[in-house]
């Protein structure tokens, strides 16, 4: 198809370092006359690629290549898990081994920057402990928040991608969820030992926030099943 020529084309460019983070790309009158489609396939290839993170759209202001971490699809991941049937232990354990490891290195090399975006999540489940649906986007806000401060941004697109399938996941049952204050302070108290430069302090106290996690979880969902 005559999109998929756009697609290969802009990665192309990205491949040969004629393309760089956070740079415009081409207008779309360009492309149209560099890869010989038209202007409705050059969209929708630039669509396209947007959808997976690789190209912001700006409306009024042109495309441009993301400047942010990569965003990794989380849907071949939903597809093998209902595929091969993963246990929500199995879920769990990847997602502790994952995570209190990235923590660890948050504390050792978080940025202000960084600092400042996990407290803006902490404060946002402060604020929605009366909203399960929203307290749920800020949880998910501060683990990606975690991800990017590890420095790493390959384990910060794998942190985005496993945290969009646990939102799905999640999303069913968190109205049924127990007390969504106590789970923010935890997340307070994680925050602060990154703060802090306490790399196993941090590891410990998100060991422990996911392993309560998993058992609310299955509380949640035990409760959200229909009667025999």
């Known amino acids: ?3 998929q020529l ?6 192309d460019l990205i491949f040969r370092g004629k393309l760089k983070p956070g740079q415009k790309l081409p207008t779309e009158r360009e492309l149209v006359g560099d890869i010989g489609v038209s202007r409705t396939s050059v969209r929708a290839g630039l669509q396209t690629l947007a959808a997976k993170g690789l190209l912001v759209i ?3 202001s042109g495309t441009f290549v993301a400047d942010g971490p990569p965003m990794l699809d989380s849907e071949p991941l939903g597809l093998l898990a ?10 769990f354990e990847a997602r502790r081994t994952l995570e209190v490891s990235i923590v660890r290195m948050a504390a050792e090399s978080a ?3 960084d600092l400042a975006g996990i407290s803006d999540a902490v404060t946002g489940m402060f604020a929605t402990c009366d909203d399960p649906q929203a307290f749920l986007l800020h949880d ?15 384990l910060a697109s794998v942190v ?14 968190v109205d049924r969820g127990g007390n969504l204050r106590s789970v923010a302070a935890v997340h307070w108290r994680i925050y602060e030992a990154i703060r ?16 309560q996690a998993e058992r609310e979880q299955q509380a949640e969902e035990s409760d959200h099943q229909e009667p025999a």
């Not at 998910?140 to 390959?154: L, T």
């Not at 802090?196 to 392993?211: C, F, K, Q, V």
């Open 1 to 3: 198809m005559a999109n």
């Open 6 to 11: 756009v697609v290969r084309h802009v990665r």
């Open 58 to 60: 700006r409306h009024g």
């Open 82 to 91: 209902a595929l091969h049937g993963f246990t929500r232990k199995q879920m």
């Open 111 to 113: 940025a202000p920057e």
């Open 140 to 154: 998910i806000r501060f683990h990606d928040a975690v991800g990017k401060a590890s420095g790493n941004p390959i």
């Open 160 to 173: 985005e991608m496993i945290s969009a399938l646990f939102y799905e996941q999640r999303r069913k049952t």
């Open 196 to 211: 802090d430069r306490e790399p196993g302090r941090a590891a410990n106290l998100m060991s422990e926030h996911l392993i």
